[in-house]
């Protein structure tokens, strides 16, 4: 399913906020047929940002009751300045969520949404004109500005319900592993096809180098319009799923000792990982104290 919301859903999500309403409720509202605010209806649950529920006979429609749902019923509470078409509208919602963190550059945008740039062009002129954008120099990265924390939010909650939906579509039964709205880093059972941001990653891609490592599962990251990952990427998954493994610890040692320039790339995907403090002794003792 395509990821885009019409003027319809938006209007279906402002008077969800407000309360539950049942599909005739919505209707009549909006002076639109039962079945067209059926199929919006199913497009927004099949976002996660609504959720769905039977009183008798009467189909109850109301906002998602998870972290997606409750962000998103801030941004339109609070947000009064804001209009939600103005943000999510079309590709919006999309275009928004891979400017999360540290934002993406105009080539990494098209990469990882698969728009022209003609039409990412068009929504990111109308965000900079109001202020939700911000940008540092030619062709570095565009992210939402600091003064929207609570747009940034809500992003980060589309963007991992989205991946992790996404993963769910292509692969039977993925144990979740991590997720930050940017990386899913996920294990089956068997393997798998790659392709379409699906990469072998960890252990796998590990033992793809031909490095000496043991797993019982496959390892895979998805990742929007990411082709290839590298081996300090994978050292610190590996490290990230299993802490008490002396292996990938092992090898860190042994590739950092070879590649001193690195540690720099070590420290950026320990940090994006959550394993930077887990690691900093072992890296200290390479690069010295101001590594990392």
Known sequence: ??????????????????????????????????????????RLSYFGLISTSRTGRKRVVQMADRDIGRDLQIIINQNTNQDPSLLFKGHGIVILSVLIGNGSTLNEIERKTGLSRSTISRYLDKWKTTGVLMKKGYGSKIRISRNYPDLEIFLVSFSRFRLEKEVRDKVKDPFIIFNDGRTILFSADENIMEGNGILPAAYTFLADCGLDVVTDRDYYQFSPGKKEISLPEALVQAIRIDTMNPRPRKLLKEYLGNNNDEIDLFRKYAEKYGILNMIK????????????
Do not use: C, F, H
């Open 281 to 292: 002794k072992e890296v200290e003792r390479i690069g010295g104290e101001e590594a990392i």
């Open 1 to 42: 399913m395509d990821w885009y919301l019409s003027s319809t859903d938006i209007r279906i999500l402002e008077i969800l906020v407000e309360r539950n309403r049942t599909i005739a409720q919505l209707a009549e509202a909006l002076q639109l047929s039962p079945p067209t605010i059926s199929l919006a209806v199913k």
